[in-house]
């Protein structure tokens, strides 16, 4: 019979929790333990390999940057992974989105309502998937690739065969293209830094409240210790001069961080904190008990699909910004990159298991791989090779860890 270890909430020991930790990960569940050790590998490799480029304040600068609009995405697709559903048609979204956006002003509209619009139909387009995949019965897979197909049709209807359009707003323009004051990443460090002590301290006294064990402050100390070290060692070199005109100094971080951290802690605690967030869960893990639970599958599904669709709409408009124009074909390579990020990431296509996190890190692991073989000099052919390798070998650590979380359950 096994052993049930009974909550008194009290604090376990450091070593209580790492002993925990390592169980788990041996019980097959790694979360985004393997994508942070190809991105160390990673790193170390193409140091070596370009030593005098690849860790350079200007390039570490843009790798963030570029690695901004695939994180979005792969956000994006986390809230309908979680499900063990998929959208194809993320990509093609954001750029009618876009597309919506930029007639709209065109037509003489201010652009911070147009935007509002673009997200708007973001939004329904995800209902209307939602709707087909949890009222019909749809499979997402034959839904989003029809609206994948239909998408790039309308994109040539709002904006012509091969059409290209300048985008002249400087707020949007600068998203991907300027940067803070240096100070403003201090400043900006150090709330993200105090908004989540804040966040913890909250969460440690409802569980206590609840009879529920806290984490020791031995590991919440580390943890914030090491965000606070990396955090500033970033900084750092992001506010070195990076140009190399004298009369034109580059520094400071570029805003698109921020905003892209924002959304993503939004979006985690959307996902760990709120009710909504623990029915997805429940729902991706094993729909037909969460229904037999009362919860509402069929609106978490709606729900997950809209928020991805929106989501998609700001990848879109991190993709204006990097270009400054709106283009016909936004979003068609892009997508199966989003899905593989969060896969790389640690997110499983089984469902119920993945954090908004871990995309993230998913998506700057394949950003690493296309920045590091372009300064080597490999073609594009070559990176298609490697990132569609290590995809295939992040989902093969899934489906592994996933029968061997299966072959560990409790026995009784």
């Given at each position: 019979m096994s052993n049930v270890k009974i909550s008194t909430g009290h604090e376990g020991t450091a070593k209580d929790q790492i002993t925990a930790y390592f169980q788990r990960v041996k019980s097959g569940d790694m979360g985004a333990l393997p994508a942070?050790?190809?991105?160390?590998?990673?790193?170390?490799?193409f140091t070596a390999a370009s030593p005098a480029f690849f860790l350079k304040p200007i390039n570490v600068a843009n790798l963030f940057v570029q690695a901004a609009e695939l994180t979005m995405l792969a956000a994006a697709m986390v809230f309908v992974i979680l499900l063990a559903e998929i959208d194809l048609s993320a990509g093609v979204t954001g750029g009618v989105g876009m597309a919506v956006f930029f007639r709209l002003m065109q037509a003489g509209m201010n652009w911070i309502p147009a935007l509002v619009l673009g997200l708007v139909v973001g939004a329904a387009i995800g209902f209307i998937i939602g709707f087909f995949v949890s009222k019909i019965g749809v499979p997402s897979f034959v839904v989003s690739l029809a609206f994948f197909l239909g998408f790039q049709g309308l994109q040539l209807v709002l904006l012509g065969e091969g059409g290209l359009f300048r985008v002249d707003v400087p707020p949007i323009n600068a998203i991907m293209n300027e940067n803070m004051p240096p100070i403003g990443g201090w400043i900006t460090l150090a709330v993200a830094l105090i908004l989540g002590l804040l966040i913890t301290?909250?969460?440690?006294?409802?569980r206590a409240s609840h009879g529920l064990p806290n984490r020791p402050y031995s590991l919440v100390i580390l943890k914030y210790g090491a965000i606070a070290v990396i955090g500033g060692i970033i900084l750092v070199v992001m506010n070195?001069?990076?140009?190399?005109?004298?009369f034109k100094p580059i520094q400071g971080v570029p805003y698109v961080i921020p905003i892209t951290l924002a959304i993503l802690l939004l979006g985690s605690m959307v996902l760990d904190r709120t009710r909504f967030g623990r029915h997805l869960y429940a729902v991706g893990g094993n729909p037909e008990a969460a229904r037999r639970a009362g919860i509402k599958v069929a609106k978490?599904?709606?729900?997950?699909?809209?928020?991805c669709s929106s989501l998609a709409v700001v990848s879109g408009l991190f993709h204006v910004s990097r270009l400054g124009a709106v283009e016909a074909t936004a979003g068609r390579q892009i997508v199966l990159s989003g899905v593989a990020a969060a896969v790389v990431g640690g997110v499983s296509l089984f469902g119920g298991k993945g954090r908004l996190m871990h995309a993230a890190i998913g998506a700057l692991v394949i950003t690493i791989i296309s920045n590091g073989l372009g300064l080597l000099g490999w073609d594009?052919?070559?990176?298609f090779l490697v990132t569609g390798g290590v995809l295939l070998l992040a989902a093969t650590v899934d489906a592994l860890s996933r029968k061997r979380s299966a072959g560990s359950q409790v026995r009784v």
């Amino acid at each position: 019979m096994s052993n049930v270890k009974i909550s008194t909430g009290h604090e376990g020991t450091a070593k209580d929790q790492i002993t925990a930790y390592f169980q788990r990960v041996k019980s097959g569940d790694m979360g985004a333990l393997p994508a942070v050790a190809a991105l160390l590998v990673l790193t170390v490799i193409f140091t070596a390999a370009s030593p005098a480029f690849f860790l350079k304040p200007i390039n570490v600068a843009n790798l963030f940057v570029q690695a901004a609009e695939l994180t979005m995405l792969a956000a994006a697709m986390v809230f309908v992974i979680l499900l063990a559903e998929i959208d194809l048609s993320a990509g093609v979204t954001g750029g009618v989105g876009m597309a919506v956006f930029f007639r709209l002003m065109q037509a003489g509209m201010n652009w911070i309502p147009a935007l509002v619009l673009g997200l708007v139909v973001g939004a329904a387009i995800g209902f209307i998937i939602g709707f087909f995949v949890s009222k019909i019965g749809v499979p997402s897979f034959v839904v989003s690739l029809a609206f994948f197909l239909g998408f790039q049709g309308l994109q040539l209807v709002l904006l012509g065969e091969g059409g290209l359009f300048r985008v002249d707003v400087p707020p949007i323009n600068a998203i991907m293209n300027e940067n803070m004051p240096p100070i403003g990443g201090w400043i900006t460090l150090a709330v993200a830094l105090i908004l989540g002590l804040l966040i913890t301290g909250y969460d440690r006294r409802r569980r206590a409240s609840h009879g529920l064990p806290n984490r020791p402050y031995s590991l919440v100390i580390l943890k914030y210790g090491a965000i606070a070290v990396i955090g500033g060692i970033i900084l750092v070199v992001m506010n070195v001069n990076r140009s190399a005109n004298v009369f034109k100094p580059i520094q400071g971080v570029p805003y698109v961080i921020p905003i892209t951290l924002a959304i993503l802690l939004l979006g985690s605690m959307v996902l760990d904190r709120t009710r909504f967030g623990r029915h997805l869960y429940a729902v991706g893990g094993n729909p037909e008990a969460a229904r037999r639970a009362g919860i509402k599958v069929a609106k978490i599904r709606i729900i997950s699909f809209i928020i991805c669709s929106s989501l998609a709409v700001v990848s879109g408009l991190f993709h204006v910004s990097r270009l400054g124009a709106v283009e016909a074909t936004a979003g068609r390579q892009i997508v199966l990159s989003g899905v593989a990020a969060a896969v790389v990431g640690g997110v499983s296509l089984f469902g119920g298991k993945g954090r908004l996190m871990h995309a993230a890190i998913g998506a700057l692991v394949i950003t690493i791989i296309s920045n590091g073989l372009g300064l080597l000099g490999w073609d594009a052919g070559s990176n298609f090779l490697v990132t569609g390798g290590v995809l295939l070998l992040a989902a093969t650590v899934d489906a592994l860890s996933r029968k061997r979380s299966a072959g560990s359950q409790v026995r009784v």
